[in-house]
């Protein structure tokens, strides 16, 4: 019902690195819902990204203190997706004026947005990022089960910005999203989380 509303008046465009899926109000996969998720690579093979929403209770000191000097508040792990939580994904904004080419510690998604490679020395990537957060697991999808999700309506797909990866912690990023989206998304940015609440 909603994708049907929902995604009828959009131009849709294609996943790609440095793109956002945006959940759409009543996705079928709960686990996913009002989730903003990163794609950090996209082939002919599969699907990787990490959903940039989902805070969790671990404190980052508790897992990787080294890194604290570098991730922004608040300083907590972030829950990337479902598979492979022993894993964790390196995200930045870059400093402005930063060649991202000349750097082989962060790898290009967006303007100034950079997948950040956690063998490099955090003194290093400090020195090139403002900000930057960490996120336990990855969602991926097999070839063509991304676009079929997208044909059904579960996701639209729309650009990050490098702000999305360090958003603070009392935002809605979700509804923030939405918000700057063409219509009729904006619509759906005060779409309740619980519709119980509404």
């Known amino acids: ?15 790609a690195p440095g793109q956002l899926l945006v959940a759409a109000p009543g996705i079928l996969a709960p ?42 508040k608040p300083q907590a792990l972030y829950i990337g997706g479902p598979l492979n939580q022993q894993s964790v994904v390196g995200l930045g904004m870059t400093k402005q004026g930063v060649n991202i080419d000349e750097h ?47 044909e059904r309506g579960d996701w639209f797909v729309a650009p990050a910005l490098a702000q999305d990866v360090i958003t603070p912690g009392g935002a809605d990023l979700w509804a923030d999203v939405m918000k700057r989206q063409p219509m009729p998304l904006p619509l759906y940015s005060t779409y309740p989380a619980n519709l119980e609440d509404n």
């Open 1 to 15: 019902m909603y994708a049907d509303r929902l995604f009828n008046a959009l131009e849709r465009n294609e996943p």
């Open 31 to 72: 686990q996913f819902s009002r989730s903003v998720v990163l794609v950090i690579e996209h082939n002919d093979m599969l699907t990787f990204g990490v959903d940039l929403s989902k805070r969790s209770e671990v404190a980052l000191f508790n897992v990787l203190p080294e890194w604290l000097p570098v991730v922004s």
């Open 104 to 150: 082989t510690q962060i790898n290009r998604l967006a303007p100034r947005l950079v997948h950040v490679d956690l063998r490099s020395e955090p003194e290093e990537v400090a020195e090139l990022v403002t900000g930057m957060r960490m996120f336990a697991g990855y969602a991926e999808w097999a070839p063509g089960q991304l676009d079929e999700e997208i």
